[in-house]
Each structure stands twice: as structure tokens, then as C-alpha cells.
């Protein structure tokens, strides 16, 4: 062990979160890998961690150690990924960071053919809509929809999502077909709770109306409103990558596609500048846009009249 190794090991187990963990990552035991961070302390003049038998918390030194120690260890593991890039496969652990919809809808039942294609490449996944900072959170890439502000990571547009209204046939069934937008009044409407998304924009020949809807039903999360859908409580409008396999598989019907004004978003991939350097990174992203470039989620049948659809 020398001083980079005790660097990697002191930001493994601030990672992890303690001893065990990192030391099963590098084959060593916890009371080696105290004994490095304990080293590396002595080395500084300085404590960087207070231990207790329930957790480890940074000290302020720590705080600000922690911060560099992750930066050279990436500077680090870059410069040896492009030498390793000449020798053979991308090789390491991947770090993605994905929101809700794109991830458990798309990402994940893709993510097979990735590792069978690349089987020197572990990953790390984390789903969650909370945006995190990539350098904190370690992430060497993440998914996002919707307009980000350009801050100090690239953007590369994977490809537009857009907005589908839809409803189930056994809703359709018992209520009826809206055939503008103002028959949303007589309908019990699903609402995912956040800044607009009551307002469902129709296309005129004065340009985009705004109709706010009252929900029947709101809720938090998107996954419930498509799932309240498709049990027929109602009429749903959520992005594609949500609501692509149900409309294919004819669980939900698209209403309104005349006048419905899609608001198309973005779908990017965001990482830390350089990062695509890495093997593993850049593979991964090439996987991302020959997989999702096209919208494979998006099904044909969306883009039909509600009555062409429903007469079939």
C-alpha cells in the first residue's frame, strides 16, 4: 500500500460507509483498512474521522479532505481507464444515477444487455427523482428528463419525451370518449401533484390553450397514477416513457391526439466533464443513445386519432 492506495481506501469507506464494507471491495480486512485511514491521518497531522461503534462521521478537516481525496482518486482512475482502453474491454465499476420513469420503465430491463455485452463492467444503479450532485454522490453518468440548467456538467440529449393523455378502455367504457378538450370537465381526471401538472395544454388556431383539470384523484407518484389508470379511475397525462407499454399493450387507449399539444421534453445524459473519457463511461453512453435515441418506448398506435383507435 502506498499513499494513492490510502487515498482510495479513506474515500471507499467514506462511500460505503464504513470499515467492512470497504474492506470487502479490496480484499482486505476492517482492521487493515482502519489501520490505513489511521495511517493516513498520521501522515496529514490531522483526525478526518470520528468513530463511534454505530457510525463514521467526517470531521470538518475530513470534510474538506474528502472533497480533493475524491477528485485525484477520479483524476486517478481516468488516467489509468485510457491506458487500459489500449490494452483490452472497459473494465470498473459504473456509477448511474437515473430518474424513476426512465429507470425502472426503461433503463433497467435494458441494463442486461449491457452487462452481457460488457462483462468486465460492474454497476452501481440508483433510482430516485431527488437531482443529486454527480462529484457527491460518486455517479459517473445520470439520466434526466426536463430542461436542466447548463451548470458545470456536459448535457448530451438522448432523445424528446412527450406528454400522452390516455385512459383504459373499461373507463371508456363507462364514461365515454372525450372528444375535446373541454369534455375533460365530465371526466374524473389522475393528477401527479407538482408545479403544472394540472395544466394540460391543447394546440388552437390561436395557438396553446391551457386547460387546468380538477383531479379526481391526485398522488405523488406516477407509477400509481398509471397503475389507477389502467384499473379505469380515470384519465391519465404522463410522459411516454411511463405509459409507452401499456398503450402498446392496449392496457390504456390515447385520447385527444388532434388537439393535445405533446410539449415535447428532453431526456439527457449529464456527467462530469472528462468523465466520458473513461471506457466504461463512454461505452455506456454509446449504449444509451443507440438504445433510446429512437424512443423505443414511443408505440405507433399513440400517435392515432382516439376514434381511429377505438373503431379498430
Same mark, same amino acid.
Given at each position: ?14 462511500? /460505503?460507509?464504513?470499515?467492512? +464494507?470497504?474492506?470487502?471491495?479490496? $480484499? ?7 489501520? @490505513?485511514? !489511521? /495511517?493516513?491521518?498520521? /501522515? ?11 457510525? @463514521? ?5 475530513? &470534510? ?17 481507464? &485510457? ?9 470498473? %465499476? ?15 430491463? +435494458?441494463?442486461?444487455?449491457? @452487462? ?27 439520466? /434526466? !428528463? ?16 412527450? %406528454? ?8 371508456? +367504457? ?37 386547460? &387546468? ?10 407509477? +400509481? ?8 379511475? $380515470? ?20 385520447? @385527444? ?56
Amino acid at each position: 500500500m502506498d499513499a494513492t492506495s490510502d487515498l482510495r481506501v479513506f474515500v471507499r469507506v467514506m462511500e /460505503r460507509g464504513s470499515f467492512s +464494507a470497504a474492506a470487502n471491495d479490496f $480484499g482486505l480486512t476492517p482492521s487493515a483498512v482502519s489501520k @490505513l485511514v !489511521s /495511517r493516513l491521518e498520521d /501522515r496529514l497531522g490531522a483526525r478526518l474521522l470520528e468513530r463511534s461503534t454505530r457510525r @463514521l462521521a467526517l470531521t470538518p478537516e475530513g &470534510e474538506t479532505f474528502l472533497a480533493r481525496a475524491r477528485r485525484i482518486v477520479a483524476d486517478i482512475e481516468e488516467a489509468e481507464a &485510457e491506458v487500459a482502453s489500449v490494452r483490452g474491454a472497459p473494465r470498473g %465499476r459504473l456509477h448511474i444515477n437515473s430518474g424513476t420513469a426512465f429507470g425502472l420503465h426503461q433503463l433497467a430491463p +435494458a441494463l442486461a444487455d449491457f @452487462l452481457a455485452r460488457y462483462p468486465d463492467i460492474d454497476v452501481e444503479l440508483s433510482i430516485t427523482d431527488r437531482l443529486v450532485d454527480l462529484i457527491e454522490a460518486q455517479a459517473d453518468i445520470a439520466v /434526466r !428528463s426536463g430542461h436542466i440548467p447548463q451548470g458545470p456538467f456536459i448535457q448530451r440529449k438522448i432523445a424528446d419525451l412527450q %406528454r400522452v393523455i390516455c385512459a383504459a378502455p373499461s373507463y371508456l +367504457a363507462r364514461h365515454g370518449t372525450p372528444q375535446d378538450a373541454a369534455d375533460l370537465k365530465n371526466h374524473d381526471c389522475i393528477v401527479v401533484a407538482g408545479p403544472g401538472l394540472n395544466r394540460w395544454l391543447f394546440k388552437t388556431r390561436s395557438g396553446i390553450d391551457v386547460v &387546468e383539470v380538477r383531479p379526481r384523484v391526485s398522488t405523488d407518484d406516477a407509477e +400509481a397514477a398509471v397503475r389507477l389508470a389502467i384499473a379505469g379511475a $380515470g384519465i391519465i397525462r404522463l410522459s411516454d416513457v411511463i405509459v409507452g407499454g401499456p398503450l402498446r399493450a392496449g392496457e390504456l387507449v390515447p385520447l @385527444l391526439t388532434d388537439s393535445h399539444h405533446v410539449e415535447p421534453f428532453p431526456l439527457n445524459a449529464i456527467y462530469p466533464a472528462g468523465r466520458q473519457r473513461l471506457p466504461r463511461v463512454a461505452v455506456f453512453l454509446e449504449f444509451l443513445l443507440t438504445r433510446f435515441s429512437s424512443a423505443p418506448w414511443r408505440s405507433p398506435a399513440a400517435s392515432l386519432p382516439s376514434q381511429e383507435k377505438l373503431s379498430r
